[in-house]
């Protein structure tokens, strides 16, 4: 079975449509696109980060990778920290952690990239496509925009903020999240540079609240084959003789507030109350990106034996139901299109 990625990553390089770091393999609060009159597939569980913290030290060679996989491109350890380079046209490289925080603190340690329209960027991102979004448009030069969806909603584009850093393709600066289930804040090198409050993303009903994973990557808001609005975004077309543009990252400290091992939606409200945490971690235990198992950890053992079964089968079979697009401003409709065309393929293909 070709997984949906792939095929997705190969659909989307070959149409040229650039970037696909907002998707989910699996909603669990929608139904099948494909078969919406059936009940959806069960959504595999998430796999959690199963401790308080963790950090990644990006410059140590490809031990740092353990816990990411690479989804586009290629990315690796260099001494200034995890390199990601477009060179030509499509080159999009992206990583993205195979664990999910619930709730938590995310310190990451980067220098943007140089060029017009490229955008270096970090998401944290659910399953039903909450997100909350740092990036970096590299045709400004004293900026970084924050931004959040909840799931999925792109009824508006809205809540974008536009942050003043200096030289932010030059210098190393910390940009964090501190993410609650009662607000989010943006910090720029350790100061908060925006809140916004449970009530104020619609009554909360826009607000993140599921776990999330985090996505790493740049690409070419630019590529002029994107749509004239994206472009527009992203300050102009990219001029590839210009590049490589370059992104690194340094390092990356993560605290997971809700440390388990798994996560399951019981429903399909995507409220954070509905979302269970199955082998939840009771001590704390710090860990560096070595993947030394840590055996200080007590556990409490879920009683009940449900998640355990549901996840690797279901994976396996990622069912192409929601390849919903929220796409931040980078959104196209082009790109909704082929996220219909990609389903198609992998409905398909499952047949
Ligand atoms: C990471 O990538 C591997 C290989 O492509 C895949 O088998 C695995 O399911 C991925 N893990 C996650 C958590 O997406
Ligand atoms: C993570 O923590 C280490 C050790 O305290 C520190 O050297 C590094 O700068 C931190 N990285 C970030 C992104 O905050
Ligand atoms: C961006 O360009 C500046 C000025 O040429 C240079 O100092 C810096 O190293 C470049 N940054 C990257 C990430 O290539
Ligand atoms: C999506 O957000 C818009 C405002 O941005 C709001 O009017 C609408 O009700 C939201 N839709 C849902 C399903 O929450
Ligand atoms: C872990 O330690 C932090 C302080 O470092 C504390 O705020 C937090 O409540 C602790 N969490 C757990 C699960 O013990
Ligand atoms: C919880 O931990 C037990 C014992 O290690 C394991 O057998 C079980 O699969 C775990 N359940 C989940 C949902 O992670």
């Known amino acids: 079975m070709v997984s949906y990625m792939k095929w997705a990553a190969l659909i989307l390089a070959t149409a040229q449509l650039g970037y696909a770091q907002t998707y989910t393999s699996c909603n669990p609060t929608k139904s099948n696109i494909l078969q919406p009159e059936v009940q959806p597939k069960t959504c595999p569980a998430d796999t959690g980060l199963d401790k308080w913290e963790y950090n990644i030290d990006f410059t140590v060679g490809s031990s740092a990778f353990a816990k990411w996989n690479t989804t586009a491109g290629t990315v690796e350890s260099t001494s200034l920290g995890a390199k990601f380079t477009i060179s030509e046209e499509g080159d999009a490289p992206t990583i993205e952690s195979e664990f999910y925080i619930f709730f938590g603190h995310i310190d990451v340690k980067l220098r943007a990239a140089n060029g017009t ?131 690194y990252v340094e390092s990356i400290n993560i605290t997971n507030y809700t440390p388990a091992q798994h996560y399951k939606y019981t429903d399909k409200t995507g409220a954070y109350t509905s979302i269970k945490s199955y082998n939840s971690t009771v001590s704390n235990s710090t860990s560096s990106s070595s993947m030394s198992s840590s055996s200080s950890i007590a556990r409490i053992v879920s009683s009940s034996a449900a998640g355990a079964t549901t996840s690797a089968a279901s994976a396996a079979s990622a069912s192409a139901s929601a390849a919903a697009y929220s796409g931040a401003s980078a959104l196209t409709y082009s790109s909704l299109f082929m996220a219909s065309v990609v389903a198609f393929i992998v409905g398909a293909l499952q047949m």
Do not use: C
């Open 117 to 247: 329209g490229i955008i270096s960027t970090y998401i944290l991102e659910s399953d039903d496509l909450d997100e909350i979004d740092w990036e970096q448009i590299s045709t400004y030069d004293t900026e970084i925009q924050t931004n959040y969806f909840g799931k999925g909603n792109t009824t508006t584009y809205n809540r974008a903020t536009t942050v003043t850093v200096s030289d932010p393709e030059i210098t190393f600066h910390t940009y964090s999240v501190d993410w609650t289930s009662s607000r989010i804040e943006w910090l720029l090198d350790g100061e908060v540079v925006r809140t916004v409050e449970y009530a104020d993303a619609l009554s909360g009903k826009n607000f993140p609240q599921t776990p999330m994973r985090i996505r790493i990557g740049i690409w070419a808001g630019g590529d002029p084959d994107n749509s004239e609005g994206t472009i527009e975004w992203a300050g102009g077309e990219t001029d590839y003789t210009d590049g490589p543009f370059t992104m």
